[in-house]
């Protein structure tokens, strides 16, 4: 089971203005997340102690929801709460990324949903970016773009086309011939190199280094770094890389900054690629990630460091779930 939360405002306490805010906070519910009336087993409101002309509930029968069952409370008083406002939980039988929905002055409830934010998250290789990115846009029901896998997408390019990925006349030529796009699908990223889908390809060790240096490429660097701003100009989105903070998004209302041990990152990577079944060498491993970060701490252009405003969280003791409930806690205390 699925709960949907959501809540809304009213100008003044009275059963039409109750009517309509019910009546709009459903339809927004059930339309953005794509539910049936049938596949929502009950309804539970709330509503701030200064709402007495009329049962939330009630209003959600007279908007079509009769089929539903069907409860209303009223919450205690309390100092500074926000004034008029309906508050609601939709517990739904469909297994669903539920989208909550916070309406008129609620929104201020909900600034990390009702507002266009960015999430950047940068640090070296194995830290754990791009699993707690993931799980973050999940949890917040935003964008997850992977902007690494663009870089190993061209060293995937550069690499079945023969083209050396130091040469950065020779892969900028290239990336203008090629297609590379990001797509979404079921809230997961695919990235598809002249229309083929090569998200698991791109994983592979020797593209890890070969986006390495792809990246160092100015030209490079901005052709992508362009398209990664235009997609977070219109969508909140989490971003994980080694220069989100810093270079890609520099205004981003959050930031945070991964790192852990070469140790334990080498191991994280070790057992990742081993699941995928690669034979990998874990002491090459750790010598590789060592040298990767070097390299991207060196590059002249965006090179892999601290955002002076992001919160660094070392995670080499630390599993994901801390990792995630902090940096939720974080963003929840900024807002």
Same mark, same amino acid.
């Given at each position: ?147 690494? #896998?663009?870089? *190993?997408?061209?060293? %995937?390019? +550069?690499?079945?086309?023969? /083209? !050396? ?6 892969? @900028? ?92 990152? #080498?191991?994280? *990577?070790?057992?990742? %690629?081993? +699941?995928?079944?690669?034979? /990998? !060498? ?6 590789? @990630? ?46």
């Amino acid at each position: 089971m699925v709960v949907i939360r959501g809540a809304t405002t009213i100008p003044e306490d009275s059963k039409e203005e109750i009517r309509k805010a019910v009546a709009e906070l459903l339809g927004q519910i059930t339309s953005c997340n794509h539910i049936l009336k049938d596949e929502i087993t009950s309804i539970v409101f709330s509503s701030t102690s200064d709402i007495h002309s009329y049962y939330p509930s009630k209003a959600a029968r007279e908007a079509g929801f009769e089929g539903v069952a069907l409860f209303s409370a009223q919450e205690p008083e309390i100092d500074g709460s926000l004034p008029l406002c309906i508050r609601v939980m939709l517990f739904v039988e469909k297994n669903l990324t539920p989208r909550h929905i916070y309406l008129r002055g609620a929104k201020i409830l909900r600034r990390d949903i009702t507002n266009i934010y960015n999430v950047a998250i940068d640090g070296p290789a194995g830290s754990g970016k791009s699993t707690v990115a993931k799980i973050l846009a999940a949890d917040y029901s935003i964008l997850y773009l992977d902007t690494g #896998a663009m870089y *190993r997408a061209c060293a %995937l390019a +550069a690499l079945e086309n023969g /083209v !050396d990925v130091s040469d950065e006349r020779a892969v @900028i030529d290239l990336m203008r011939s090629v297609s590379l796009d990001v797509r979404y699908e079921n809230g997961i990223q695919k990235t598809l190199l002249n229309g083929r889908d090569v998200s698991d390809e791109i994983r592979r060790p020797e593209i890890s280094m070969a986006a390495s240096t792809v990246s160092k490429h100015p030209s490079v660097r901005l052709h992508l770094v362009d398209k990664q701003r235009e997609i977070a100009s219109v969508n909140s989105c989490v971003l994980d890389g080694r220069d989100i903070g810093t270079y890609v998004l520099p205004d981003a209302a959050f930031k945070f900054f991964l790192t852990a041990s070469p140790e334990v990152r #080498a191991k994280r *990577r070790y057992d990742e %690629l081993v +699941a995928k079944g690669h034979e /990998v !060498d874990f002491q090459a491993l750790k010598e590789e @990630i060592i040298r990767r970060d070097e390299q991207d701490s060196r590059r002249k252009m965006a090179p892999l460091r601290r955002a002076e405003d992001a919160v660094v969280i070392d995670t080499s003791n630390m599993t994901i779930d801390e990792v995630v409930s902090f940096i939720k806690k974080t963003m929840q205390e900024k807002i």
